[in-house]
């Protein structure tokens, strides 16, 4: 089998993929913020609670998708959790370098910090499936934004 | 050879093994495997002969059309125009001044919302149409309604994908002024009843489009017998250029239309005060046409008719009943459109894995297929799903694609797991 194909579908991609992470509604309080793929129908509401200082401290979302878009989403309500906005911006920065393979992806300490999420490393072989994996980013970051209402898309 | 082989023997010659050799393309090989390509529904592969033409009039004949007083300009119109003829007799059109080039099925679908709809249509009045469109065969009719006021109705699909015929019965009413209907959904494959629809609607006075574009590359269209007001399809499809498409549209209710685009060559007489349109089809052929593509496209028609339309379809027909079984076969794989009636298409999900992992796999054991809402979202959602994977077949195609699609099949299933074995981990 191809040695990439491999790599994208790692068994812990299809796990998450199969079995998202925070899959589920968050009661009270929260944020949400649609993400959508018009290319491939991908769609998901992601939604977030923080506390008094700003720091997340809840994030879950629902929807559908394809196993890197819901494995990505996964991944994120898992590594987000505890972070400052400015924290997992940073976090997605070095994510999304990582998988468009850009000068400094493979740089220790940033990749070190990415986690779980160099599992993803896999999608920088598959350029049309990067906005896959970055679409609960954009609905992330869109809900981190003060006074955004609108729904984010990939496209 | 033939002499040394027995009596008996079958002669496996297959169209695909005689044809693929044309397509310069096929040769291609992608991540390191030979080209599958089952995207046709999306656009076809080109044979030598349209390369050929193509290449021959840009060396030999360019010029621009109906202008000049010289020999090259001359050669060029000859060209163009029989081309012009060409597909005239393709679809069997009473003459060649109802045939008029566009970009493509899309342009013909917005020329006739826009210069044959909107003059006409009232507040509630209706456009009709159905649940299997593309969205070329359902935006343009939005836009009009919105523009005159007009309801857009839609007659409604059955779960195997044929349209509710009594359902369509009753929606042929009183305030109906026109009816838009693929004649093959792209995205299941169903091929509508297009003859007996056309009729009902006649019997009404409701002047009828047919979205041609799935159709034309495996179904002999004959204008005349079907009856059609108007007729819209594009050459890509067709194993012929992109860029070049007809709309036939019958001469009486062209003649009635006020042109839809101004400027050269669709005029007789200009003056600042006041212009005389052109005689048909040049009325609609505003600015210099697609010279070239058309004249492809002449060239790929030629093409079908030498292998012989009927011929193609047969062999389609036979890979289209051999790839329905072996799909059935594949664990966790369900066909989406299962009419009785249907074109070569494949659209299926599976239990595992999302159209965009079964592409992307595919992808790399040399598989070409669409993943995705196939431009028809209403009809995604009419079955619940996002979208699904669609193998489209052509002439060229062969049982062995079928087999690497099967075998690429295998590889989702082992790679995503058996679907009815899901278990947490």
């Known amino acids: 089998m191809d040695d990439e ?17 925070n899959f589920r509604r968050i009661e009270g309080d929260c944020r949400c913020r649609q993400g959508y793929n018009p290319l491939c129908g991908d769609q998901l509401e992601l939604c977030l609670q923080r506390d008094a200082q700003g720091q997340i401290t809840d994030v879950a979302f629902q929807g559908q998708g394809c196993a ?88 | 050879m033939n002499e040394s082989m027995p009596f008996n023997d079958v002669d496996y010659t297959t169209l695909a093994e005689r044809c693929r050799g044309d397509f310069p393309l096929l040769a291609r090989q992608m991540h390191g495997r030979p080209l599958v390509y089952l995207d046709n529904a999306a ?18 004949q360019n010029a621009n059309v109906h202008r000049g007083v010289y020999q090259l300009s001359e050669e060029a119109t000859a060209a163009y125009e029989a081309a012009r003829a060409r597909v005239q007799r393709f679809i069997n059109a009473a003459a060649m001044e109802e045939i008029i080039f566009l970009r493509g099925t899309t342009e013909a679908i917005n020329l006739v919302a826009q210069a044959y709809a909107r003059p006409r249509l009232q507040p509630g009045d209706e456009v009709l149409i159905s649940a299997i469109e593309h969205h070329s065969n359902i935006v343009p009719w939005q836009i009009v309604c919105r523009q ?27 305030r109906v002024r026109l009816l838009a209907l693929t004649h093959v959904s792209n995205a299941l494959g169903t091929i509508n009843p297009i003859a007996e629809m056309i009729a009902q609607a006649h019997r009404q006075g409701i002047p009828v489009l047919i979205d041609g574009a799935q159709a034309v590359p495996h179904l002999r269209v004959d204008l ?18 992109t860029g070049i498409g007809a709309l036939y549209g019958k001469r009486r209710i062209l003649e009635a239309m006020e042109p839809w685009q101004g400027g050269g060559e669709m005029i007789s007489q200009v003056s600042f005060e006041h212009t005389d349109y052109n005689q048909l089809p040049y009325k609609f052929e505003a600015g210099t046409p697609n010279i070239a593509d058309a004249i ?13 339309l009927e011929v193609i379809a047969a062999h389609e027909r036979q890979l289209l009943a051999y790839g329905t079984r072996a799909l059935q076969q594949v664990p966790g794989l369900r066909l989406i459109g299962t009419a009785p009636d249907k074109a070569a298409i494949l659209s299926f999900v599976m239990a595992q894995a999302h159209p965009h992992d079964i592409s992307t796999i595919l992808d790399r054991c040399g598989v070409a297929v669409r993943a995705g809402h196939h431009c028809a979202m209403p009809l995604m959602q009419r079955f619940g799903l996002a979208g699904t994977a669609r193998a489209s077949l052509a002439l060229y195609n062969s049982r062995q694609d079928i087999d690497v699609l099967i075998e690429a099949l295998h590889q989702v299933v082992r790679m995503f797991g058996d679907a009815t074995t899901e278990g947490g981990q």
């Open chain 2, 148 to 174: 005159t006021g007009a309801q857009l109705r839609v007659i409604p699909v059955l779960d195997n994908g044929e349209l509710d015929q009594s359902a369509f019965a009753e929606l042929l009413g009183p």
């Open chain 1, 5 to 21: 194909l491999r790599e994208l579908y790692q068994q812990v991609i299809i796990d998450h993929g199969r079995h998202p992470r």
């Open chain 2, 296 to 308: 492809g496209l002449a060239a790929a028609l030629d093409y079908v008719d030498n292998l012989g």
């Open chain 1, 68 to 155: 890197i878009s819901m494995a990505s989403a996964s991944m994120l309500s898992e590594v987000v959790k505890g972070k400052t906005p400015a924290e997992a911006e940073r976090m997605f920065d070095a994510f999304h370098r990582l998988l468009t393979g850009e000068e400094g992806a493979e740089q220790g300490a940033e990749l070190e910090s990415l986690g779980k999420l160099r599992v993803l490393a896999g999608v920088r072989e598959f350029p049309s499936r990067i906005k896959c994996a970055t679409l609960a980013w954009h609905a992330l970051m869109a809900a981190l934004e003060p006074g955004n209402d609108e729904p984010v898309t990939t496209e």
């Open chain 2, 43 to 60: 656009t076809s592969q080109k044979p030598q002969p349209v390369l050929d033409a193509l290449q021959y009039y840009y060396r030999q």
């Open chain 2, 224 to 241: 005349q017998a079907l009856d059609a007001d108007f007729y819209a399809f594009s050459g890509h499809k067709l194993y012929g250029p």
